[in-house]
């Protein structure tokens, strides 16, 4: 599908590393891309996420890009892209921590993995001591008690993309320590 004149004139731009022509982008498309990524991973934090991510690689290899294709065509393809990796990859941390837990059941070490699981269940606190007392508020709402970011906000007081931002930033936290205590594997398997 070829691209539309004010697409192609976009895509200059940004191919010249102009940031005011990133922007318009962003704002034209951010929100097709987050239903987009919704669609395939069913959890708000993955999708936005992957949402910076996708603008991050638009960005990263702007001068690749073609002036003649269609702009929603390359980040459609590119968010499906992206979104089915994640799933992926999700699948396969999910499938060996099964083996491990297997494995460990069949070789009596299943109190060694219940001292891990005491030992993550330590880091996450200690990662949350390290949020904002909102984010920390946000964070028990939405991944605690399974609520969406539209009823956090209810409880709250809030809106919805304010809960949103603050799962948000909570989650880099999270992950920032949790990456620092060695719980690599464990990223993918909580912060779903």
């Known amino acids: 599908m070829e691209a539309s004149q004010n697409d ?15 922007a318009v982008v ?3 498309y951010a929100d097709r891309v987050y239903a987009l990524a919704l669609s395939f991973l069913k959890d ?3 999708s936005e996420d992957l949402l910076q991510e996708v603008f991050w690689k638009l960005w990263e290899h ?17 968010t499906k892209h992206r979104a089915l990796n994640k799933i992926r990859e ?8 099964d083996h491990l837990l297997l494995k460990s059941e069949s070789l009596g070490l299943t109190e060694q993995v219940s001292i891990g699981q005491k030992e993550l269940v330590a880091c996450i606190e200690r990662a949350k001591e390290l949020m904002s007392q909102q984010q920390q508020l946000v964070f028990e ?20 993309n304010t809960v949103k931002n603050h799962m948000v930033q909570s989650l880099k936290v999270l992950r920032t320590y ?14 779903k």
């Open 62 to 78: 702007r001068e690749r890009l073609d002036t003649q294709e269609n702009l929603w065509t390359y980040l459609f393809v590119l």
């Open 8 to 22: 192609k004139l976009l895509i200059q731009e940004i191919q010249n590393g102009n940031s005011e022509a990133f």
């Open 141 to 160: 709402l939405c991944k605690t008690e399974g609520l969406t970011y539209s009823q956090a906000g209810e409880r709250l007081n809030i809106a919805p």
């Open 90 to 97: 999700i699948k396969n941390a999910r499938m060996k921590m």
């Open 178 to 191: 949790l990456h620092k205590c060695g719980y690599i594997t464990f990223l993918l398997l909580f912060l």
């Open 44 to 46: 708000e934090g993955w």
């Open 26 to 28: 962003y704002e034209r």
